[in-house]
């Protein structure tokens, strides 16, 4: 998927969590970004808001890989568990 948002900027988490709610029908309860958790529905609600604000390539100079633009964004969805994300395809996003 090509992660831009509506503003033409790279998509947010919130807005990735809202493309795989309306595109596929899917309650996204966990993302992944390789072993970086970029959401987790069981954190706080003020760690929530922090995580889903987020820019998807926020984390990646923390990480040791700034200027990536292809990243593969692994998910749980509501009702499995956390070893079903191995079950999943990765979500392939293009950053702009």
């Given at each position: 998927m090509q992660a831009v948002g509506?503003?033409?900027q790279e998509m947010t988490v919130q807005e990735v969590l809202d493309w795989?709610?309306?595109?596929?029908g899917w309650t996204v309860t966990?993302?992944?970004?390789?072993h970086t958790v970029l959401?987790?529905?069981e954190e706080d609600e003020e760690t929530r808001?922090?995580?889903r604000a987020q820019r998807l390539s926020e984390n990646l100079e923390?990480?040791?890989?700034p200027g990536q633009r292809e990243l593969e964004l692994y998910y749980v969805c509501e009702g499995e568990d956390a070893e079903a994300?191995?079950?999943r395809?990765?979500?392939?996003?293009?950053?702009?």
């Amino acid at each position: 998927m090509q992660a831009v948002g509506a503003d033409g900027q790279e998509m947010t988490v919130q807005e990735v969590l809202d493309w795989l709610q309306r595109t596929h029908g899917w309650t996204v309860t966990m993302l992944l970004r390789g072993h970086t958790v970029l959401y987790d529905r069981e954190e706080d609600e003020e760690t929530r808001t922090r995580q889903r604000a987020q820019r998807l390539s926020e984390n990646l100079e923390d990480a040791g890989e700034p200027g990536q633009r292809e990243l593969e964004l692994y998910y749980v969805c509501e009702g499995e568990d956390a070893e079903a994300e191995d079950a999943r395809p990765p979500l392939l996003c293009s950053l702009p």
